[in-house]
């Protein structure tokens, strides 16, 4: 494998790993819940057609769903739980070990560490499969579905994929496939490596599908980090182009990711080719730990043509801020079901009145009113 391509200069994301303990059930979450119904949501993202919008998950997402497991909470959780599988696994060289942890605890870039370990645990050749990485992610995700115990950033993301949004992740569990199946949902898990899959998905034809940019845990075929384990994707012109146009069609929404626009596959997939960033119109739900450096951040992030939104001070407000996000967004009226509307009410409605009118004037017969002047069903 190649090393992959420079990462180009991005800012620097606030953390969206918890804090310790849940506040929700507390005096002081209540408190929490109460200042969220009252928070003001910026309208140009609430006036979105689901439709319109396509999700990009993070860590967060996961840390909320089920904060019982530690690998689900930021990369650096789950670098730290699988070099703990490995050393129990005996699957990598104890010195391998010790070295790792070094890293995870001085290296910023974290993305750059999870890449190396991965290339640790494969093949000399630098084929990611077979690989251990996979039996050790296995063993810190068991059992998944055993583990969700705050489903409302779940609900909310299935109620927007209802309405044909679309979701696309950076983590390797399926906790929202898990959850939607228990719903009834046809929910259907994607990665890169399926070409087919993955056009049909981005024009729109899998509604329920979660495309795994960096591949799934349980399907060693997908598990890559490293933009050149992709090259068959990114060497695909009809592949970019629907990709890419995704990314110049559509809105954005990040939810619970801090590293993701750092992140080497996503850049290579949407980033370093599509230009006139500054034009679109993106949006990143963060945490507001520091004042100045999130007014920063929303300053820096415009340039990428990404507004950067608070949903709270505290991670603890995070689930509900997306609830209630959502049900703003799903508040406003399809602009079809206002073609319906005036087709078959107002429609109508009109026609006869017009011809009440008419006979009260006195007038015989009414002027027609042409087909194509009427409103159409779609």
């Known amino acids: 494998m190649h090393d992959a391509p420079a990462t180009p200069a991005s800012p620097t994301v606030p ?29 140009s ?43 129990q ?40 499969k077979p690989n251990f990485f996979q039996d050790c992610l296995m063993e ?32 390797y569990d399926n906790l929202l496939e898990i959850f939607g199946q228990q719903q009834g949902k046809p929910m259907e898990s ?17 509604k329920y599908g ?53 992140d080497q596959i996503f850049q290579a997939l949407f980033l370093y080719t599509v230009k006139n960033k500054v034009d679109l119109e993106h949006y990143m739900l963060v945490l507001k730990e520091n004042e100045d450096h999130f007014f920063k951040l929303q300053a820096d992030m415009l340039l990428h043509g990404i507004k950067v939104v608070s949903y709270g001070d505290c991670f603890q407000q995070f689930p509900e801020y997306v609830q209630d996000l959502t049900a703003q967004i799903c508040k406003q009226r399809s602009p079809d079901a206002d073609r319906v509307d005036s087709t078959t009410l107002l429609g109508t409605s009109c026609v006869d009145c017009a011809k009440r009118k008419l006979g009260e004037s006195g007038t015989d017969s009414p002027k027609r009113i042409k087909e194509s002047d009427m409103p159409t069903l779609e």
């Not at 929490?32 to 003001?40: D, F, G, L, M, N």
């Not at 942890?101 to 870039?109: I, L, S």
């Not at 070409?195 to 981005?202: C, P, R």
């Not at 997908?222 to 110049?248: A, F, H, I, W």
Request: with cysteine.
């Open 45 to 87: 993202l609430i006036r979105k057609q689901p439709r319109d919008l396509l999700l990009v998950i993070g860590t967060g997402v996961s840390a909320a769903v089920a904060p019982g497991i530690p690998a689900l909470c930021s990369w650096r959780s789950c670098i730290e739980a699988v070099l703990g599988a490995a050393e």
């Open 140 to 171: 810190v995700f068991d059992n998944l579905e055993q583990h969700i115990q705050n489903p409302v950033v779940l609900q909310s993301i299935l109620r927007l994929m209802e309405r044909g949004t679309m979701v696309l992740t950076t983590n």
């Open 89 to 128: 696994l005996e699957v990598l060289h104890p010195g391998d070990v010790a070295e790792f942890r070094k890293k995870v605890a001085k290296e910023r870039d974290l993305l750059v560490v999870a890449h190396d370990l991965i290339r640790k645990m494969s093949p000399r050749t630098g084929d990611t």
């Open 210 to 262: 979660v495309l795994h940019i960096h591949g799934l845990y349980t399907d060693p075929c997908g598990m890559v980090l490293d933009p050149s384990g992709y090259k068959d994707v990114t060497q695909d012109p009809e592949v970019m182009e629907v990709l890419q146009n995704l990314y110049r069609t559509k809105s954005f929404l990040f939810l619970g990711c801090g590293e993701t626009l750092r």
């Open 15 to 43: 953390s969206v790993e918890p804090h310790k303990g849940s506040e929700m059930d507390s005096p002081e979450g209540a408190s929490i819940r109460s200042e969220q119904k009252y928070r003001k949501f910026l309208k």
């Open 190 to 206: 994607l990665d890169l490596k399926d070409k087919d899959k993955v056009l049909q998905w981005a024009r729109g034809h899998v």
